[in-house]
């Protein structure tokens, strides 16, 4: 099984910053490669940010310079930082596994439930 929970949602004003956490579990353990995405009440899902297990990263053009993914295998943890957040990252944010991953061939699928982000201006 593999369990996705993330944190570090909140309001916050423009400009301001926050720090999403994902924390991962499964059996047997492994760095899996993640995905942040992002859906706001209306709008379509959308890819935010992807990290693999490695720390690789990539991300969407709308957060590049702003938003740093970055992981701690110790912890079984990744993390997005937001920096410079505006009204229009105002979005339910969700991890979610990266497939295909070499190193974990064996996950499938999982999304977290969520953390809601909110920029006020």
């Known amino acids: 099984q593999v369990q996705l929970v993330e944190s570090g949602g909140g309001p916050v004003q423009a400009g301001g910053s926050l720090r999403l956490s994902c924390e991962y579990s499964g059996s047997p353990s492994c760095d899996y490669d993640l995905a942040w995405f992002r859906q706001a009440p209306g709008k379509e899902r959308e890819l935010v940010s992807g990290i693999d297990g490695e720390g690789k990263t990539v991300y969407a053009d709308s957060v590049k310079g702003r938003f740093t993914a970055s992981r701690d295998n110790a912890k079984n943890m990744v993390y997005l930082q937001m920096n410079d957040l505006k009204p229009e990252d105002t979005a339910m944010y969700y991890c979610?596994?990266?497939?295909?991953?070499?190193?974990?061939?064996?996950?499938?699928?999982?999304w977290g439930r969520g953390t809601q982000v909110t920029v006020s201006s």
């Open positions: 979610k596994t990266d497939i295909p991953m070499p190193r974990c061939p064996w996950v499938g699928v999982h």
